[in-house]
T-cell receptor
């Protein structure tokens, strides 16, 4: 049963600290997405990659957020420095470009910045 | 840009049928999606429409009218486990980028 995995599942940190979230896409999927979900804004796309190359990061605050894919099995989202307004659930999703209409979401990382 | 509207909340009775509407405005439309999200969980894919008409998948059906910028998700024989948020999402403007609506919270009652 192939699944997207994310670590950590929960993260509580203080304002100003660096936060790194990791995602392992489903093996064979070549497109990876990072989303943020809050009660106020709903689900927002932050960035996405195809074949490890960034295609769109227009939804991501550039001054503090960065997203990378060091290899095909790992995507990272980093916040430095973190702020209370970054508190949200961050989801990673992956898809196969051959069936690009179906994105599989990971369980999410619940981030709380105090 | 893209704009998606769907009702915030709906309530229905177990065993009944409910229709959740979604209207959208987008450039370069390339598909409409419905996702289900239970509280505290990740969204899961329900359906995909790119051509006009009805797509049926068990108890769930999704309809699309591209000329009207309109879709609905139809849930039949409602069960308590169908209580969840239903997210309408549109792909447009090229690529695989999805823009999600804020979701419709469906509550199924006895």
């Amino acid at each position: 049963d192939a699944r997207v995995t994310q670590t950590p599942r929960d993260k509580v940190t203080e304002m100003g600290q660096e936060v790194t979230m990791r995602c392992q896409p489903i093996l064979g999927h070549n497109t990876v997405f990072w989303y943020r979900q809050t009660m106020m804004q709903g689900l927002e796309l932050l960035a996405y990659f195809r074949n490890r190359a960034p295609l769109d990061d227009s939804g991501m605050p550039k001054d503090r957020f960065s997203a990378e894919m060091p290899d095909a099995t790992l995507a990272t989202l980093k916040i430095q420095p973190s702020e209370p307004r970054d508190s949200a659930v961050y989801f990673c999703a992956s898809s196969n470009s051959g069936r690009a209409y179906e994105q599989y979401f990971g369980p999410g990382t619940r981030l709380t910045v105090t | 840009g893209q704009n998606i509207d769907q009702p915030t909340e709906m309530t229905a009775t177990e065993g009944a049928i409910v229709q959740i509407n979604c209207t959208y405005q987008t450039s370069g439309f390339n598909g409409l999606f419905w996702y289900q999200q239970h509280a505290g969980e990740a969204p899961t894919f329900l359906s995909y429409n790119v051509l006009d008409g009805l797509e049926e998948k068990g108890r769930f059906s999704s309809f699309l009218s591209r000329s009207k910028g309109y879709s609905y998700l139809l849930l039949k024989e409602l069960q308590m486990k169908d209580s969840a948020s239903y997210l309408c999402a549109v792909r447009g403007g090229g690529g695989n980028k999805l823009t999600f609506g804020t979701g419709t919270q469906l509550k199924v009652e006895l």
